[in-house]
Each structure stands twice: as structure tokens, then as C-alpha cells.
């Protein structure tokens, strides 16, 4: 929203799937950071920039794709990083990226889980 701006405004409008589809997010600076499984089943995050939300899902930007071996299940922003949680080979994976979507590192576990 721009500044003053009290209205909400829908940032996905207009989907029809035949599964169940789901986008989840937060704000994090001047962007919209969102986890979802449309037209990509194991998920994918994208982000758009708030002044661009009008423009629809044209404007978005894939930062982390679709994995055939993973499936992400959820995703945090922090100060400048990105944590996404995935599930691989039935084991959860925790991996750091920056808010750009580069891998930084793999944050182990004391024991699988």
C-alpha cells in the first residue's frame, strides 16, 4: 500500500485450479515474499514489489523454483535472510538464502528430523 493507504487490496485474484492452491507471505521492505504451489505442486517462492502488486502475477519473480526433489513447506524472513524449511527424502531441511533467493548455507540438525 502506498503511505496513508487503509484499504485492502488483493494481490491474487481470478485463480482457478484443479488442486487445492495456496500462497502465503509476508511483507519484508519494499516487497511481498510469497510460498506457493500454483502451477508448481512441491511449491516455489516469489516475490513483487509493492509498488508493482497492481500489475498482477506478470510482475512476480520466481527467486526460489520448483524443486522435482523437494517440497517447500515453509518459509521465514529476518532481517535480510531468508530461511526456507523443505522436506526431502521425508527428512526436514533447513537452508538460509538471502533475500535474493542465494543459497547461503544448510543449517544442520542435531538429529534427522
Do not use: C
Not at 511449491?43 to 502488486?53: E, G, H, N, W
Not at 523443505?86 to 538429529?111: A, C, H, M, Q, W
Request: avoid cysteine; charge should be negative; glycine fraction near 6%.
Amino acid at each position: 500500500m502506498k503511505e496513508g493507504e487503509t484499504e485492502f487490496r488483493p494481490i491474487v485474484e481470478n485463480v482457478r485450479d484443479e488442486i487445492s492452491t495456496f500462497f502465503f507471505g509476508q511483507v519484508h521492505q519494499e516487497y511481498f515474499y510469497m510460498v506457493t504451489n500454483y502451477k508448481s505442486p512441491k511449491s516455489k517462492i516469489q516475490r513483487v514489489a509493492l509498488s508493482d502488486i497492481e500489475k498482477g502475477m506478470g510482475a512476480w519473480q520466481t527467486i526460489i523454483p520448483e524443486s522435482a526433489d523437494k517440497i517447500i513447506d515453509s518459509m521465514s524472513l529476518i532481517k535480510d535472510r531468508m530461511f526456507v524449511l523443505t522436506l526431502e527424502n521425508v527428512y526436514s531441511i533447513l537452508r538460509e538464502y538471502s533475500i535474493d533467493g542465494e543459497i547461503k548455507r544448510e543449517i544442520k540438525f542435531p538429529t534427522l528430523g
